[in-house]
């Protein structure tokens, strides 16, 4: 048995403490999932599997759920909330796939949220009654918090330095990630003014686009840009993606779920895959993610015609795309989350969904969706195209 991507959207991408840091990340859910739903009966749903990768604030509580309930779903179709870190909304879809392969459901929703503005500080309960000291409150918006000192140093490096290490060894040049952050920026706005991303965002607040994007960028502009990590490194906030709010939601189900949900699919699961490495190598895992996902699906990267790939950061894009040796023109034709931005959970579901859209508008027949998972993860999708020559 196969599963189907049937249906796709998600909000603009907010800036950090922008335009979506009053909405709450089980309001930023609930909007994704009756817009995604919005012509389709909710009690169609057999399950609802959501992505998040904090969970430390008004997303506690098996946010899922919580969105699920506020969207107006029957209050009998249950939801799960999962958390592999970036990688959240990009699993929910491969556990949902499992799930209707098996034939345990026929219409499965999933998706992701993220408010990195609203994540809270967090103060660990001390370990006896009055401590005599000060505590310090722990930011839970992005990276390591509360680090157990068993952990060995080296896996524990800012997600930044982490990837200063992966420019080092691969050789990768401040000219090359400023240039591919600067194309991010160019292809999102072009995609916008072109109206690719019209049916595939649900407006929220007073935001109808993807925030963070800046349309003026230049290589020579971001050359600009201070090093972030290192004094003598690379990596700046003109070239690693930026800190976000957002949710994505995207519809799966069997070859039979047309029938229930009136509509053809858009493109089939045919490939998964996860790998995991060291966790201070986490940018390059989306490598042989991708690789097994291809194996699984009995194709080779010859084949395949798009690629969405999650800009973590500008050095690990490009050395997946070097690794995989593919042309770099087919890979985030749409602009990437340097541009569009990059809330975590909810970053599986755009990538998913954007992907299948490309598919259809370059008429190609199979496309590559990755994501690179902080503390050593990579995960990857590979999508048929079912109306590719058509």
Known sequence: MTSFVYAATRTPFGRFNGALAGVRPDDLAARVIRSVLSDIDPGVVDEVVWGNANGAGEDNRNVGRMAALLAGLPTSVPATTVNRLC??????????SRTIETGDAAVVLIGGVESMTRAPWVLPKPAKGFPAGDVTAVSTTLGWRLVNPRMPKEWTASLGDCNEQLRERYEVTRARQDEFAARS???????????????????????????????????????????????DGTITAGN????????????????????????EPLAAIVGRGAFALDPQHFGIAPVEAANRALKRAGIGWDRVGAVELNEAFAVQSLVCVDAWGIDPEIVNTRGGAIAL??????????ILGTLAKVLRERNERYGVAAICIGVGQGLAVVLENLAAGR
């Open 185 to 231: 920026h160019r292809l999102a706005a072009r995609a916008w003014d072109d109206g690719f991303y019209d049916d595939l965002v649900t407006p929220i607040e007073a935001l109808t686009r993807d925030e963070g994007i800046r349309p003026d960028s230049t290589r020579e502009s971001l050359a600009a840009l201070k090093p972030s990590f290192r004094p």
């Open 341 to 350: 931005g990059h809330p975590l959970g909810a970053s599986g579901g755009r």
């Open 87 to 96: 990688g959240s909304g990009l699993d929910a879809a491969m556990i949902a």
């Open 240 to 263: 690693a993606s930026p800190l976000s709010d957002g949710a994505s939601a995207v519809l799966l189900g069997s070859a039979g779920a047309a029938s229930l949900l009136k509509r």
